[in-house]
């Protein structure tokens, strides 16, 4: 590859504030290739992308593209330069059509007509060329998450992208909509496009690049070629260190603890549940698997008390659930762990000892004459916690929003996990934390798992659910497939299933109960 | 009931209610050209009465009248690009700034006005637009007086209803402003400045309402008044959430305003004997909630409308 590379990265630095997000980044990106870009979260990937795409300026450093500087801060002029940007968090508007999505500033905006019709024939010819299938008059809003991920692709390749960068393009799709993405991209690639993927996911790494180049806290730490590179390897240098993440052992369950029986809210959305049956019992991990936005959400909610409009039933050992009374259903013995950390795991601007306290204020510990509160013993409790979880941080009266995302989890474990609950809501408790907080999470979840509680957890990382449950079901369009034994189930299977194809442990042929 | 069937058959009504619906019809599109672009307008109000001042003592100070329109046109613009420069650029509150303007904007109105005049006690009068009768079609029974029979600024505040259409949903520059209101980081991921595209929007949407104000001075009267907008403002706003921002139903919410308005007008004349007149002001306003109760239910709003936008921040 003697060639002028497409795109070059000559020592980019940046900082934000005393953290350097990007530490002396340089790299090359030739024609036709895709480049795999791997790193943990917070190990500076997007904000490496946001660079090159003008969002941020770097501090130090220039960007080549066919051997030219690239002026910084400008996404006008990386647009030009033909690099199209597929970004983690869709930057489509829900409320207007696929193609004025795509078509806003291809055009001068002074020009008092826009060109439909070449706009059309274009996008047309595009979808056919890349096996992009999307409805150009559809509104955003009606796409399923697999057709806006096309939509972000087809806005990019329409601007006559050259230079295509994915930002963890699969957190979103199931397994099988995963393939397709590959396929395309190796369409793309064989048209002479050059491709930026950015993952943490090293299967899906390996299986879709030439090249990885491996960031660790900003800086680069390796680049090999994925030909000779091995999963151990490739770990080891994304984390810095050996993690093993731990693993289920057998336990017998126990007695009874959760028992759902067909639960269903009113509405047609995806996200309603439609006669959902769930039993836990002791000394057992449970999984749902599922695209984000299929009714985990609303199941979690329920459980949780957030929401009591459902019909059904839901005992938690033995007693029926205080539908919309969290404060009951965590004195009932519930621990919960929220799917947003900052929306509602945590109040971000009071105090660590305020947070952790937030779920039995009126505890006789922390209160005094059922009204006031004790600052002391709460403080003193708090510091037992930190030390017990091993929260990072100045003390009790450090302010909550200055943790990391691991320790913010930690403090969210801690107080959900002080009462020994018989019973453990864990929705996407991983999410966004790096290797050394991910392997502290599960470890804590099993450590309960051992002292008895039953467990509920949702996820959208099928690895994690496969080396961490016990039981395993799949959520789709609001309906729960059953609950079986996890490794009964292939990891294809359990895709089709999360496309809403059907329980095949429930039924042959793929044709569930309600008429898939 | 049949002395209201009397009000709707004469021509007098329908007149009224075109003459009454031109001021909104400006106010409401420039408070829709604002919130498609995301940001919210409630310095309408005082924008409103500032352009009924500028462009009245314009013409008293011996300019004519369509450079007096575009003066108070310009005056609200200028006082868009206050609004735009706390609320897009420095991201502070659209409902406190908006106040804010108003309150600074109506004022200034007044101030000006007895600073220029200090002496005036009556308020002294301009030669205000003239209505024009269209050939032919000014002769059609009802229509004719109503539609046909009235100012220049009348017929553009109706033209000006497509246009608007035209500009937002079938122009490049429209698509942008839709989108910024929609997903301003999309806008930006495509090379445009979601910034520039939000100023421009504020300060053109407030030209329209100025000139709105500019209407009731310089076209339905010929005099300004303080506390002559007396909530029109506000009442373009709602409309704009009646019409689900749309142009056309924004045309239609301002039509029933403006004849519940001059009904209530008529009503008071032939009913005020046995039922008393404020009842009769309340009307329009309890018809307008009620409308806003039907139709705002299932309005969709720009998704980013009161959300501002920091280039470059870390999301």
Known sequence: MSKTPVLEFRGVTKRFGTLTANDNVSLTLHQGEVLALLGENGAGKTTLMNILFGHYQADEGEILVDGETLPPGSTQSAINAGIGMVHQHFTLADNLSVLENITLGTESLWSLRQDQAKAREKLAAMISDYGLVVDPDAQVSELSVGERQRVEILKALYRDARILILDEPTAVLTPQEAERLFATLKSITEKGLAIIFISHKLHEILAVSNRIAVLRRGAIVGTLETAVSKREQLAELMVGRMVTRPRLSAIEPGELVLEVRDLSTSGTGATELKQVDLTLHQHEIVGIAGVAGNGQGTLADILSGLRKDFSGTVQLNGQMLKAGNPRAIVASGVGRIPEDRHARGVVADMDIWENLISEDIRSDEVCRAGFIIDGTSARARAEKQIEKFDVRCKGPDAETKLLSGGNMQKLILARALSNTPSFILANQPVRGLDEGAIAYVQEQLLEARKRGAAILLVSEDLDELMALTDRMAVMSHGTLSSALPTGDRTIAEIGLMMAGHGDQGQSNMGISANGH | ?????????????????????????????????????????????????????????????????????????????????????????????????????????????????????????????????????????????????????????????????????????????????????????????????????????????????????????????????????????????????????????????????????????????????FIPYQFFLALPYVMSILAMIVMARKTRYPQALLVPFRRGERV
């Open chain 2, 1 to 273: 009931m049949s002395e209201f069937i009397d009000i709707l058959l004469t021509a007098g009504f329908w007149a009224a209610t075109i003459r009454i619906v031109s001021p909104l019809i400006f106010g409401t599109l420039g408070e829709l050209i604002c919130e498609r672009a995301g940001v919210l307008n409630l310095g309408i109000e005082g924008i409103m009465t500032v352009g009924a001042m500028s462009g009245w003592m314009w013409v008293y100070q011996g300019g004519d009248l369509w450079t007096g329109v575009l003066f108070a046109a310009c005056v609200g613009a200028i006082f868009g690009l206050l609004h735009a420069v706390f609320t897009v650029h420095l991201c502070l509150s659209q409902h406190v700034t908006g106040i804010g303007i108003t309150l600074f904007a109506s004022s200034l109105s007044y101030f000006v006005y007895r600073m220029l005049l200090p002496d005036a006690t009556t308020p002294p009068k301009i030669v205000p637009f003239k209505p024009i009768a269209v050939p032919w079609l000014s002769d059609l029974p009802i229509i004719g007086e109503a539609l046909f029979t009235q100012s220049a600024l009348t017929y553009l505040a109706l033209a000006a209803v497509p246009m608007v259409w035209y500009v937002l949903f079938r122009t490049p520059v429209g698509l942008a402003v839709r989108m910024s209101g929609e997903n301003p980081v999309a806008v930006e991921a495509q090379g445009i400045n979601v910034l520039a595209v939000r100023t421009g929007a504020v300060m053109v949407g407030s030209a329209f309402m100025a000139v709105g104000g500019a209407f009731i001075t310089m076209s339905w009267f010929d005099a300004f008044y303080f506390g002559m907008i007396n909530g029109r403002g506000w009442i373009c706003v709602a409309l704009v959430i009646f019409a689900s921002w749309q142009p056309g139903k924004a045309l239609l919410g301002a039509l029933l305003f403006a004849g519940l308005e001059a009904i209530q007008v008529r009503a008071q004349q032939s009913a005020g004997a």
